[in-house]
């Protein structure tokens, strides 16, 4: 399934893949990723760290329209990509 035919599908399926799940909350499909390190969404099943990972449907649409969930994760991206930043800026600090 496309990201385009999951926004124009009359029924969702019961589970999401990466992408799909990064498209329906507004992410980019690495920075969920750093929200699921960070303990804000959890995979179906129990996939190995390099396994391919599926979200529930409902829990996503539920999460897409909290407010305090959604800041808390971008929050979380955000978070991320300062630190990565500040120990660039360490490493190489005239880069």
């Known amino acids: 399934m496309t990201e385009k035919s999951l926004f124009t599908c009359q029924r969702l399926p019961g ?3 990466v992408k799909q799940t990064a498209e329906l909350l507004g992410f980019l499909p690495y920075e969920l990723s750093v929200v699921v390190r960070n303990g804000l969404l959890r995979p179906l099943g129990k996939p190995a760290p390099n396994g391919h990972k599926f979200f529930s ?39």
């Not at 999460?63 to 930043?85: E, F, M, P």
């Open 15 to 17: 589970r999401l893949d």
């Open 57 to 95: 449907t409902v829990e996503i649409l539920q999460l897409s329209q909290d407010r305090d969930w959604l800041d808390k994760a971008t929050r979380a991206v955000a978070k991320c990509w300062k630190d990565k930043n500040r120990k660039h800026d360490e490493v190489h600090p005239l880069a």
